[in-house]
T-cell receptor
Framework: DAGVIQSPRHEVTEMGQEVTLRCKPI?????LFWYRQTMMRGLELLIY????????DSGMPEDRFSAKMPNASFSTLKIQPSEPRDSAVYFC?????????????FGSGTQLSVL | KQEVTQIPAALSVPEGENLVLNCSFT??????LQWFRQDPGKGLTSLLL?????REQTSGRLNASLDKSSGRSTLYIAASQPGDSATYLC??????????FGAGTTVTVRA
């Protein structure tokens, strides 16, 4: 398996523009997580899905952020409108989570810069 | 809310020395604890997962211990090599189904 695949690897945009980040989880995994990593705040969980259903979105900073998982093999994280403070590395991760002792597998991340 | 702390924030050792990385957490109601490695500009790679019922896990030169009652875990890396240089993060999967990460320990192994 190719692992968790994220695109794009880098995104540079101007304030106010819409940004869409994409993720393909590992085949067979039923849980998907979106994290944001910054130097100041470390790794923060934004939202996680189980069987394509959002379970916990309490980490989504505000209404400008939205996430979807239309099927088991694809998820998007959208920021509209983007702001400079959204600049961070955004990671997608997946797990089988059929029990409670399954490893979490991360993608390589999307480095977002909002100018 | 689960709080995860890693001390020290950074560590520099000569090659061959054993590494000891510490992780503490505030709520002992956990399912498991994972140790991850992150290289610069890359994602996280899971190294070891310790279930709440276990005391330790080993993989090659890596050994992780867990003392759930005191809220502590330690990652030992034996005979460190320059290739071990990276940031190591611990993450606790709590009974409320949330995974909380520490800020990490950045390790530099000098050749």
């Amino acid at each position: 398996d190719a692992g968790v695949i994220q695109s794009p690897r880098h995104e540079v945009t101007e304030m106010g523009q819409e940004v869409t980040l994409r993720c393909k989880p590992i085949s067979g995994h039923n849980s998907l997580f979106w994290y944001r990593q910054t130097m100041m705040r470390g790794l923060e969980l934004l939202i996680y899905f189980n069987n394509n259903v959002p379970i916990d979105d309490s980490g989504m900073p505000e209404d400008r952020f939205s996430a979807k998982m239309p099927n088991a093999s694809f998820s998007t994280l959208k920021i509209q409108p983007s702001e400079p403070r959204d600049s961070a590395v955004y990671f997608c991760a997946s797990s089988s989570l059929r029990g409670t002792n399954e490893k979490l597998f991360f993608g390589s991340g999307t480095q977002l810069s909002v100018l | 809310k689960q709080e995860v702390t890693q001390i020290p924030a950074a560590l520099s050792v000569p090659e061959g020395e054993n590494l000891v990385l510490n992780c503490s957490f505030t709520d002992s109601a956990i399912y498991n604890l994972q140790w991850f490695r992150q290289d610069p500009g890359k994602g996280l790679t899971s190294l070891l997962l310790i279930q709440s019922s276990q005391r330790e896990q080993t993989s090659g030169r890596l050994n992780a211990s867990l003392d759930k009652s005191s809220g502590r875990s330690t990652l030992y890396i034996a005979a460190s090599q320059p290739g071990d240089s990276a940031t190591y993060l611990c993450a606790v999967f709590s009974n409320d189904y949330k995974l909380s990460f520490g800020a990490g320990t950045t390790v530099t192994v000098r050749a």
